[in-house]
């Protein structure tokens, strides 16, 4: 079973910057779409921001277009999410997540097979 762990959130100011990571443990890591998710109480899971196994290919939710991207190294069997220009609307905790091998610019919260625990994001207007 592999291990999603996030880390890099915090408490920022809206226009300022973090960059959030995904440690994952095993050896499986580059065969797989990874994607990065949020949520806020009582709201659904959105996804935010997906990249293929290679790391060739990515896709945003419109939100956050232009703002954040993400990105893998393998090697190191972690992912990233830059987040540039916070707003307060991006205040939420953030998952990062395994795709179950559907295409990997799904943004359906059941193709995506393994989740880690989240880290908080908090945007201060």
């Known amino acids: 079973q592999v291990q999603l762990v996030e880390s890099g959130g915090g408490l920022v100011q809206a226009g300022g910057s973090l960059r959030l990571s995904c440690a994952a443990s095993?050896?499986?890591?580059?065969?797989?779409?990874m994607a990065w998710f949020r949520q806020t109480p009582g709201k659904e899971r959105e996804f935010v921001a997906t990249?293929?196994?290679?790391?060739?290919?990515?896709y945003y939710v419109d939100s956050v277009k232009g703002r954040f991207t993400i990105s893998r190294d393998n090697a190191k069997n972690t992912m990233y999410l830059q987040m540039n220009s916070l707003k307060p609307e991006d205040t939420a905790v953030y998952y990062c997540?395994?795709?179950?091998?559907?295409?990997?610019?799904?943004?359906?919260?059941?193709?995506?097979?393994?989740w880690g625990q989240g880290t908080q994001v908090t945007v201060s207007s």
């Open positions: 997540a395994r795709n179950r091998a559907a295409p990997y610019r799904s943004m359906k919260t059941d193709d995506y097979d393994s």
């Open positions: 095993g050896r499986t890591f580059g065969s797989y779409a």
């Open positions: 990249i293929s196994w290679s790391g060739d290919s990515t």
